[in-house]
């Protein structure tokens, strides 16, 4: 796998992906697009909730929707590393299993998000999720 992230001048950047896709980066507190570290938090939200969705699915249960909502905190120090960060799964559908959700979480967590399993050992995560029927 092979990246590249351009300067554009200012605090922005360009990372344009091997398969072509960019994505816009500001590090002015992201100001304009999306900082560095909040783009972990949505490549987290992201790599989890493709895990959590396909193993949900696998157990057909009838999901209609999915969304994760994160907060991270960050240490005081330079560099201003993730400490925390704590992932809210909120499902979406009917009789869905509680059991089956929690093994999903906890499945994407200690085993198939590789973007969770590479911070895991710097930043304290934690998750748990609600389910919403219709």
Same mark, same amino acid.
């Given at each position: 796998?092979?990246?590249?992230?351009?300067?554009?001048?200012?605090?922005?950047?360009?990372?344009?992906?091997?398969?072509?896709?960019?994505?816009?980066?500001?590090? /002015?507190?992201? /100001?304009? +697009? #999306?900082?560095?570290?909040?783009?972990?938090?949505?490549?987290?939200?992201?790599?989890?909730?493709? @895990?959590? !969705?396909?193993?949900?699915?696998?157990?057909?249960? /009838?999901?209609?929707?999915?969304?994760?909502?994160?907060?991270?905190?960050?240490?005081?120090?330079? #560099?201003?590393?993730?400490?925390?960060?704590?992932?809210?799964? !909120?499902?979406?559908?009917?009789?869905? +299993? +509680?059991?089956?959700?929690?093994?999903?979480?906890?499945?994407? +967590?200690?085993?198939?998000?590789? !973007?969770?399993?590479?911070?895991?050992?710097?930043?304290?995560?934690?998750? @748990?999720?609600?389910?919403?029927? #219709?």
């Amino acid at each position: 796998m092979k990246a590249q992230v351009k300067w554009l001048g200012e605090e922005l950047f360009m990372g344009t992906s091997e398969s072509g896709h960019t994505m816009v980066l500001d590090a /002015n507190s992201g /100001n304009l +697009a #999306p900082s560095p570290m909040e783009g972990v938090l949505i490549s987290l939200g992201g790599c989890s909730s493709v @895990d959590v !969705v396909s193993i949900l699915q696998k157990a057909r249960q /009838n999901i209609t929707g999915c969304h994760v909502e994160l907060s991270g905190t960050r240490v005081d120090s330079v #560099p201003a590393l993730f400490e925390t960060i704590h992932l809210r799964f !909120v499902i979406k559908g009917t009789d869905v +299993a +509680a059991k089956h959700v929690e093994r999903a979480v906890n499945l994407s +967590a200690d085993k198939y998000c590789s !973007v969770a399993l590479m911070l895991n050992a710097k930043v304290n995560i934690t998750h @748990d999720f609600k389910i919403i029927a #219709p």
